[in-house]
C-alpha cells in the first residue's frame, strides 16, 4: 500500500543522554546542535525519530525505588513527548517543518500515531517525531525505533550513541586491546551479549531483516552523514 519510496527513509534513534548532554532534563545547545545536523540533511532523506526519555526518567529505575512500575513508565514516556517538543523546536528554528505523533493521546502538544500519516509527513519532506513510546509500560524506546522503522518502511534503523563511536568487541573503556566492527550480525550481537540496542528490538530487527548503523554523536556531521547514508561506526544486519 506504500509505494516504493523514492528517497532514502531511516529512522533515528535519538536517546534521552543525547537530549540531557548527560545530565537531568534538557540541554538546549546540545539539542540544538543535534537539529541542525538533522537539518542538513533533509532535502536529500526522508526522516523520523524515535525519541527517548532516560534524561528525565526510567521506570525500571523509578520502579526499584518502590514505585509501581507501569506507573514509573507512564513518567518515563511523558518525559520522551518532552524531548520531542524540545527537538521539534529546534528543528523548526533551523527550518524544517516537523510533527511529532505521540502514542499517548495528547492533542494539544502532538498529533496522534497514524503510520500512515507519518509516512505522508516524510513525503512532504517533513520530518517525523515520534514520542510517549509504544504508549506501553515495559517497553523500551529501542523497541519502538525497531517497530517504527517496520512500520513506516524505513531503510534503516540510525542508532546515535553518545561517547562511543561504534560497536567493539569489548567495552574499550575498560579494555585497551578491543577492536571497533565494520559489521556484525544480529547473531553475533545477540550470543556475545552485545547492548547496542535492548535484546527485544534487535530480535525484531534480525526476524525482519532490517539493518542497524550504530554511530557515535560526537565526530563532526557525524548524524549528518548517518543520516545521508555515509559509512560510519559498525553496520549490524541480519
Ligand atoms: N517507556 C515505556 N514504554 C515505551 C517506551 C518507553 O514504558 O514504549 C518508558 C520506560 O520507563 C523507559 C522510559 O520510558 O525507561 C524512557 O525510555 P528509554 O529508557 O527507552 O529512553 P532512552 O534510554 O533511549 O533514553
Do not use: W
Request: overall charge negative; some cysteine.
Amino acid at each position: 500500500d506504500d509505494p516504493q519510496p523514492r528517497r532514502r527513509r531511516v529512522l533515528l534513534k535519538l536517546s534521552g543522554e543525547v537530549f540531557g548532554g548527560g545530565k537531568l532534563g534538557v540541554d538546549p545547545g546540545t539539542v540544538r546542535a543535534v537539529a541542525e545536523q538533522i537539518a542538513a540533511a533533509v532535502d536529500e532523506v526522508e526522516i523520523a525519530i524515535v525519541v527517548g526519555g532516560g534524561n528525565f526518567f526510567r521506570g525500571a529505575e523509578l520502579s526499584l525505588s518502590g514505585m509501581d512500575r507501569s506507573r514509573a513508565d507512564y513518567m518515563g514516556m511523558l518525559g520522551t513527548v518532552m524531548n520531542c517538543l524540545a527537538l521539534q523546536d529546534f528543528l523548526e528554528q533551523a527550518g524544517v517543518e516537523t510533527r511529532v505523533q505521540s502514542a499517548i493521546t495528547m492533542g494539544q502538544v502532538a498529533e496522534a500515531y497514524i503510520p500512515r500519516r507519518a509516512i505522508r509527513h516524510m513525503e512532504k519532506g517533513r520530518v517525523v517525531i515520534f514520542g510517549a513510546g509504544a504508549g506501553l509500560p515495559y517497553f523500551s524506546t529501542d523497541t519502538v525505533a525497531a517497530q517504527r522503522a517496520l512500520e513506516v518502511h524505513a531503510d534503516e534503523v540510525l542508532m546515535a550513541k553518545s561517547g562511543v563511536d561504534g560497536v567493539y568487541t569489548a567495552d574499550p573503556k575498560k579494555d585497551p586491546t578491543a577492536i571497533k566492527l565494520e559489521h556484525l550480525t544480529y547473531d553475533e550481537a545477540l550470543r556475545r551479549d552485545i547492548r547496542v540496542m535492548d535484546q527485544t528490538a534487535m530480535t525484531m530487527c534480525k526476524d525482519n531483516k532490517l539493518d542497524m548503523v550504530v554511530f557515535g554523536m560526537e565526530g563532526e556531521g557525524n548524524v549528518t552523514k548517518a543520516i545521508r547514508g555515509e559509512s560510519l561506526g559498525t553496520r549490524v544486519t541480519a
